[in-house]
């Protein structure tokens, strides 16, 4: 699925992903393939990113805020937001 995270000062990510977990306002939850719609606010914590392929140039590229775990294991800290998925495509415009 399409995941892409967006802050009030640019895109930080636009990646291909197997699954996306979040701090939704009830609690942590996970999104994978084929997820059926959902909005949802989001409240401070990570995001945990897997990602489906890793390039070098793709990682050189990602912010600095990014914290890495293994080689396909990304989290990126937010004060909240709002998620939206639908159609394998995740957005979270995040604070």
């Known amino acids: 699925m399409q995941l892409e995270i967006v802050t009030p000062e640019a895109v930080v990510l636009q ?3 197997d699954a996306v977990k979040v701090p939704g306002a009830n609690g942590e939850f996970q999104m994978l393939n084929d997820h ?3 909005v949802s606010t989001l409240t401070k914590g ?3 990113i897997r990602l489906t ?3 070098r140039d793709f990682l050189e590229d990602l912010s600095s805020d990014f914290r890495k775990e293994g080689e396909k ?3 990126y ?3 909240g ?3 939206e998925m639908k159609d ?3 957005i979270i415009l995040a604070d």
């Open 15 to 17: 990646a291909e992903v």
């Open 36 to 38: 059926a719609p959902i």
């Open 46 to 48: 990570e995001v945990e």
């Open 53 to 55: 392929t890793v390039s």
């Open 73 to 75: 294991v990304l989290y």
């Open 77 to 79: 800290p937010i004060q």
């Open 81 to 83: 937001g709002v998620l």
């Open 88 to 90: 394998n495509k995740a």
